[in-house]
C-alpha cells in the first residue's frame, strides 16, 4: 500500500495523533484464499446459471432461479455474485475461455491462411455440438441487458479480440490484405459466423457446406483489396 503523499507532512518522523497507526503498515496480508466450500457453491451456482441462461436466455431467469436450481440458499447468490448481470458475464467468461482452448487446440498446426480460419471454425462448431445453445447465449450483447452504462467487457468483444490477435499474427506474416484493421476485422468476422451460422441453421445446410462458405467468405474479407 503506498502512501507517500502522506509522508512530506511527517518531518518528525512521527505519526499525528490522530492516526491509526495500524493503516501505515507498508504491506498488507493478501486476502484469505475462498474455502472449498465458497469455491464449491460458486461453482454450482455458475453450473446452474449456465443451464438456465442456455435454456430460458437472460431475461428468462432471475437469480432466485439460479440459486434453487443450485440448490443453495438466495443469499448465497450474492455472496458471489453482486447481480443477474454479472453472474452471466462470469458464465459467458467461463464459455469464452472453452472455445479459446478449442480454438488453440485446432489452429496450432496450420500451414496457410485458408487452413487457418478453416480449424478455428471447425473449433466452432465442435464446441457448439458439445455444448448445444451455450455459445448462442454466451454471445448475447450486454449493451441490451444493462439498463445503466456498464464498463464491463461486452462477451462478444472478447471473442472479436481473440479473433483479432489471429488477424494480427496473419498480417505480421504477410498473409492478410495490408490496409487490414485487425480488431475491425475481428468484429466483423464474429458478426459474419453469427448471422451466417444463425442462416445456415433456418436453411438447414449441412455443417460441412456452411463450413466451406463461411470460410471461403472469411477468406475474401481479409485477402481482398480495393
Not at 455458475?46 to 439460479?66: K, M, S, W
Not at 462477451?155 to 499474427?169: G, L, M, S, Y
Request: negative net charge; glycine residues 6%.
Amino acid at each position: 500500500m503506498s502512501y507517500s503523499a502522506n509522508t512530506a507532512d511527517m518531518t518528525n518522523n512521527h505519526a499525528p495523533e490522530d492516526v491509526d497507526i495500524a493503516t501505515l503498515t507498508v504491506e498488507e496480508a493478501p486476502p484469505p484464499a475462498p474455502s472449498k466450500r465458497r469455491l464449491e457453491s460458486r461453482r454450482r451456482i455458475l453450473a446452474a446459471a449456465r443451464q438456465l441462461f442456455v435454456e430460458r436466455g437472460y431475461h428468462g431467469t432471475r437469480p432466485q432461479d439460479i440459486s434453487k436450481a443450485a440448490g443453495v440458499g438466495h443469499g448465497t447468490f450474492y455472496l458471489h455474485f453482486a447481480d443477474k448481470l454479472e453472474c452471466f458475464l462470469a458464465f459467458a467468461e467461463e464459455a469464452s475461455a472453452e472455445l479459446e482452448k478449442f480454438a488453440e487446440e485446432h489452429h496450432s498446426n496450420v500451414h496457410s491462411l485458408e487452413e487457418g480460419i478453416r480449424e478455428i471454425l471447425k473449433a466452432v462448431f465442435e464446441y457448439s455440438e458439445e455444448n448445444p445453445g451455450v455459445l448462442a447465449a454466451a454471445l448475447t450483447d450486454i449493451n441490451v441487458l444493462a439498463v445503466d452504462e456498464t464498463d464491463k467487457i461486452m462477451p462478444v468483444d472478447r471473442w472479436a479480440e481473440q479473433w483479432a490477435n489471429t488477424i494480427q499474427e496473419w498480417a505480421d506474416k504477410g498473409v492478410v490484405a495490408p490496409d487490414t484493421d485487425p480488431m475491425f476485422a475481428g468484429h466483423v468476422l464474429v458478426g459474419m459466423i453469427r448471422q451466417g451460422g444463425a442462416y445456415a441453421v433456418r436453411a438447414g445446410l449441412e455443417p460441412e457446406e456452411t463450413l466451406e462458405k463461411l470460410t471461403r467468405s472469411i477468406m475474401r474479407s481479409l485477402t481482398t483489396t480495393p
